[in-house]
């Protein structure tokens, strides 16, 4: 089963949680994922009370950390607080049932790739040790500008290393955007999702956390999010590669109109 949904409460619904989960079910949408991007507002009681109300109304929740978060600091300190994020963002997915729990990992900055490759691995063995026994995924995610660390490479290496519970979320417009303009073929796409399939076996690929939006880019990758017919991005192969390949999973849109994207996307999946 793949499932469609959206990056947060949907357009279309009244600014709450629980308007966004009975809005979805209403557009015959999936999931979504909870944003704690500009950090984490609410309290262990609601959270509960949004499990509940999402298993009810049939809504998969994931959710999306900080984006205050950089494991390869050249600040020591700033390195705690980003582990210190990830942790205080799995204890409040547990809560809310939401098993995947995307994270942008951090930057190069001058830093050789290797050096940061294992800053980054350092810092998330020792939230691997905080969330011991919690049912959650952390799910780092490919990344759309350059100076961003979180290749394809990088992030199937680091569940490779660490996994299970280090697992990758792809996102393919960023990969798009990050490589200027390529990966945007069928058998590109195909490749991309062999290539998960190559490096952490068959079941990564039934249980894939994917973002999608359009994206624009210059030569140094993203620079910001488009609805899908806005851009060049090849949403049609795209949809066909996940389907031929039979990935299951969950499909989380970021365009900016949301839910309008990911309907299209669902209906073109299912016709
Ligand atoms: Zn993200």
Redesign the pocket.
């Known amino acids: 089963m793949l499932l469609f949904g959206t990056a947060g409460i949907p357009n279309s619904a009244k600014k709450d949680t629980f308007s966004g989960i009975m809005r979805l079910r209403e557009l015959g949408l999936q999931a979504m994922e909870l944003e704690f991007v500009h950090g984490i507002k609410i309290s262990h009681i609601s959270a509960q009370k949004i499990n509940t109300f999402s298993n009810k109304n049939n809504i998969t929740l994931s959710s ?1 950390a900080p984006y205050y978060i950089n494991l390869n600091s050249l600040d020591k300190e700033k390195v705690e607080a980003s582990i210190n994020r990830i942790i205080k963002t799995a204890e409040i997915s547990q809560l809310c049932g939401a098993r995947n729990i ?1 994270v ?1 990992p951090g930057y190069y900055h001058n830093m050789d790739k290797l050096e940061t490759y294992n800053n980054i691995k350092k810092a998330l063995k020792r939230v691997l040790q905080e969330i011991q026994g919690y049912n959650v995924t952390i799910r780092i ?1 490919t990344m759309g500008k350059q100076s961003q660390f979180g290749s394809l490479e990088e992030v199937l290496n680091l569940s490779q290393d660490l996994g299970p519970q280090i697992m990758p979320c792809i ?1 393919f417009a960023h990969l798009h955007a990050r490589t200027v303009g390529k990966l945007n073929t069928y058998q590109e796409f195909c490749q991309i999702i062999d290539n998960i399939q190559h490096k952490l076996g068959k079941k990564s690929i039934k249980d894939l956390h994917i ?1 999608i939006s359009g994206i624009k880019y210059s030569e140094k990758g993203e620079l910001y999010h488009l609805n899908l017919k806005e851009s060049d991005f090849n949403y049609i192969d795209f949809i066909k590669s996940l389907k031929d390949l039979e990935v299951e999973g969950i499909v989380i849109c970021e365009s900016p109109n949301l839910e309008d994207d990911a309907i299209m996307l669902k209906e073109l999946y299912y016709s």
Do not use: I, K, L
């Open positions: 999306h995307v942008h995610e996102d973002h």
